[in-house]
C-alpha cells in the first residue's frame, strides 16, 4: 500500500478559503482515479469529490461543494489539492484523500487527514 500525506487545513472564517494538498509515496496516483473525503466525528467517511486517473472527468458529491470546491490533481508531483473557496462553518471536519471507493477497494493506507474549521 501507498501513504498519503494531507495539509492545508486551518481556521478559516466564513467566506474564506482554503487550498488542500495530498501527497503520495510508495504509489503513483496515476494509476488510481482519486477522492476527497470528509469525517466528522462519530460519523461516516463520505466522499467530497473524484477525479478520474487523468483527471479528465471530476465529480462532485453534493450541488453546494461543486460550485465551491475545484478537484485538481498533477500525476507528475504524485499530488491532488483541493480548493475550497466560499467555506461554511458545515465544512467544518477532518479531510483525507485516498483511491475513489467507487472505482474499488482503497489502495492507499489512511493519512493523518487535515483538519478544516470554519467560524462563523
Known amino acids: 500500500q501507498g501513504q498519503l500525506d494531507e495539509s492545508g487545513g486551518g481556521l478559516v472564517q466564513a467566506g474564506g478559503s482554503l487550498s488542500l494538498s495530498c501527497t503520495a509515496s510508495?504509489?503513483?496516483?496515476?494509476?488510481?482515479?482519486m477522492a476527497w473525503y470528509r469525517q466528522a466525528p462519530g460519523k461516516e467517511r463520505e466522499i467530497v469529490a473524484s477525479?478520474?486517473?487523468?483527471?479528465?472527468?471530476?465529480?462532485y458529491a453534493t450541488y453546494s461543494v461543486k460550485h465551491r470546491f475545484t478537484n485538481i490533481r498533477d500525476n507528475d508531483k504524485n499530488t491532488l489539492y483541493l480548493q475550497m473557496n466560499s467555506l461554511k462553518p458545515e465544512d467544518t471536519t477532518m479531510y483525507y484523500c485516498?483511491?475513489?471507493?467507487?472505482?474499488?477497494?482503497?489502495?492507499?493506507?489512511w493519512g493523518p487527514g487535515t483538519q478544516v474549521t470554519v467560524s462563523s
Open positions: 485516498n483511491s475513489d471507493r467507487q472505482s474499488g477497494p482503497y489502495c492507499f493506507d
Open positions: 510508495g504509489r503513483n496516483i496515476s494509476d488510481y482515479n
Open positions: 477525479i478520474s486517473w487523468s483527471g479528465a472527468n471530476i465529480n
